[in-house]
């Protein structure tokens, strides 16, 4: 940092003593807009920004049209107006950028040297228009101008990563709107290429935390938990190799925020989650309004304070979760990418804080928030599903509220809606086809069709096979569905779906879990093998009944076990017992089919 203030001292001093009409004067400004540039990166200095932008501005037009260091001028005024949209939000900024990466490009032959960096940085530019515009255009041509810089550039260019992952993040972006997952395996794959290739450097932490964002993305779509640990294993290197107070540190947190978050949905560990709102909070407290990334970290705190207060019910973070998903609703400009996303976050916040206090102005406001989040997602839009299933939900509970039978028929179709626009292997698709099932068999109750209790029964089924759902949403489906199938005698159908619910429960039974979310397992599923069996016995089986109250023994046990030893005690008095365990761990960790 002293040698950076010495070279922009040193700069000012140079550009006194030279007059202006001195040929070397567009130079000296734009030596010292670069070196402010720098230290703005540094600092976060605001005041160093807007003067290097200012005094490159006065060197480009001072150069002349055909001078070859002109583009290169240009493109440092682009990165700086970039980066000022970025603290800003200002869209005229972005314009700006885009306008001078533009010039700069055109202003260098075909194979010059720095034509590839400047159709990289032209591919940023037009990907964050993109999310602020949705014009998909803008998009494509980001992924193009993307792929040409990567093509140009040569395999030990040192920015040739960063181009790479440049195009890795617009083909995140594509498949988040087209929902193509060949652009997302392109994506990952780029990352992991960057990854082992940038074993150290400044700009490590970067592309670490864009490997993250891909993986993640993947796993929410597949339901690969590989993918989740590899990403969340990447975040943290992020987070690690990042500098405090760099101006990146508040993204690389956001992200791994997001990671943690994914897990303890999964897997039910609370250190995840606490850990999640910590980092997440932290992303919100780096980064002042009004910055064009704030409302994403604020909605990536609000999910986690939800998934927190929807394990323990508390009602502080269920508050402050609305509180700042209203906030990421309101900073976020009405033309932008997420802003639908943001609506539907929040209209899910209000509809589980409506569950939790009963305050029938939550309710409204969820209805009228989530119809809003699917009116502005266009129709192709591969979240549409998520969407429509969250306005479900409201439309359930206003049913609930009023009895009227009106109201559960349009939840159910708006259920069929979402069911429609979720793909067959989406792991979204195992809730919202436990929704529908939950809304058919409340009709059925009312009017005692048999079309609606078969199909609720075929819902749950389905939800219950999704071998890449989360093993939870399963478990309760298979449950529901052997709950409902008992209920109306048909007891062969109820000791299949609560023999599939016992089958399940070694998914749920991850090794890796805490003491508390053991003792929750031991809680929430102690009896259902005894429910299986009696099912069995009802319909005819009693060995059957042996085999599944057998099945539930051994998990139910070894999470109680698991919960009253200590294995490093263990490792003491028996340790070819404690290598025995740990040799067949892995298998209790797989997911049945």
């Known amino acids: 940092m002293d040698n950076l203030d010495a070279a922009i001292s040193t700069a000012r001093d140079a550009l006194a003593r030279t007059p202006e009409d001195d040929a070397n004067r ?16 540094q ?70 040297p720095e034509r590839a960096v400047y159709l990289s940085n032209l591919s940023y530019d037009l990907r964050v228009k993109f999310r602020h515009t949705g014009h998909l255009k803008d998009l494509n041509d980001a992924i193009g101008a993307g792929e040409q810089a990567v093509a140009e550039l040569p395999e030990t260019h040192p920015l040739r990563p960063f181009a790479m992952v440049n195009l890795s993040n617009g083909l995140v972006a594509r498949f988040e709107r087209t929902g193509e997952l060949a652009d997302l395996n392109q994506a990952i794959e780029l990352g992991r290429r960057v990854k082992a290739a940038t074993t150290e450097g400044p700009e490590r932490s970067t592309y670490l935390s864009a490997l993250c964002i891909a993986l993640r993305t993947r796993f929410e779509r597949t339901g690969n938990r590989d993918d989740l640990e590899e990403a969340i294993a990447a975040a943290r290197d992020a987070v690690a190799a990042s500098r405090t107070g760099h101006v990146d540190q508040p993204k690389h947190l956001s992200v791994l925020a997001s990671g943690l978050r994914s897990r303890f949905n999964l897997v039910g560990e609370m250190s995840d989650i606490h850990s999640a709102i910590e980092a997440a909070r932290d992303a919100v407290n780096l980064t002042p309004p009004p910055h064009p990334d704030r409302p994403m970290y604020l909605a990536n705190l609000g999910n986690a304070l939800l998934s927190r207060a929807q394990r323990t019910g508390l009602r502080a973070d269920l508050d402050e979760a609305v509180t700042v998903g209203q906030a990421a609703v309101d900073e976020a400009p009405r033309s932008h990418t997420d802003h639908a996303l943001y609506l539907s976050n929040l209209s899910h916040t209000l509809f589980c804080r409506y569950r939790h206090a009963r305050n029938k102005e939550d309710l409204t406001a969820a209805l009228a928030t989530a119809r809003l989040a699917v009116e502005t997602t266009p129709a192709d839009h591969p979240s549409r599903g998520e969407r429509l299933g969250n306005l479900a939900n409201a439309l359930h509970a206003r049913f609930h509220a009023s009895e009227t039978l009106a109201a559960l028929n349009e939840a159910i179709d708006t259920d069929r809606e979402a069911l429609a626009a979720t793909p067959i292997d989406h792991p979204g698709r195992a809730r919202v086809l436990s929704n529908l099932a939950s809304g058919l068999q409340m009709r059925h109750g009312r009017l005692g069709n048999p079309n609606d209790a078969e199909q609720a029964v075929d819902a749950w089924n389905d939800a219950a096979d999704m071998r890449f759902a989360p093993a939870t949403i399963r478990v309760h489906a298979a449950r529901a569905s052997g709950q409902f199938a008992a209920s109306l005698d048909q007891w062969l159908a109820a000791a299949e779906s609560h023999a599939t619910a016992v089958e399940l429960l070694p998914s749920l039974a991850w090794r890796g879990a805490g003491r508390t979310s053991r003792e929750q397992l031991l809680d929430l599923w102690g009896g259902l093998a005894a429910d299986a069996a009696g099912c069995a016995i ?8 042996i085999e599944l109250l057998e099945q539930g023994r051994v998990v139910l046990w070894s999470q109680l076990l698991e919960t009253r030893s200590d294995l490093t005690r263990l490792q003491q008095s028996a340790p070819k017992l404690v290598a025995r365990l740990d040799a067949i761990g892995p298998q209790l960790d797989q997911t049945p089919g």
């Open 538 to 545: 009802v319909a005819a089986q009693p060995d059957r009944a």
């Open 26 to 41: 567009p130079m000296y400004l734009s030596n010292l807009g670069v070196a402010l540039q720098n230290r703005f990166r």
């Open 43 to 112: 600092t976060g200095n605001r005041a160093d920004l807007d003067e290097a932008i200012a005094l490159t501005l006065t060197a480009i037009a001072q150069t002349p049209t055909d001078h070859p260091s002109r583009a290169n001028r240009l493109s440092n005024l682009g990165g700086g107006l970039l980066t000022r949209f970025q603290r800003s939000g200002n869209l005229a900024d972005l314009d700006g950028a885009i306008d001078a990466t533009q010039q700069a490009t055109a202003a260098v032959p075909d194979r010059h």
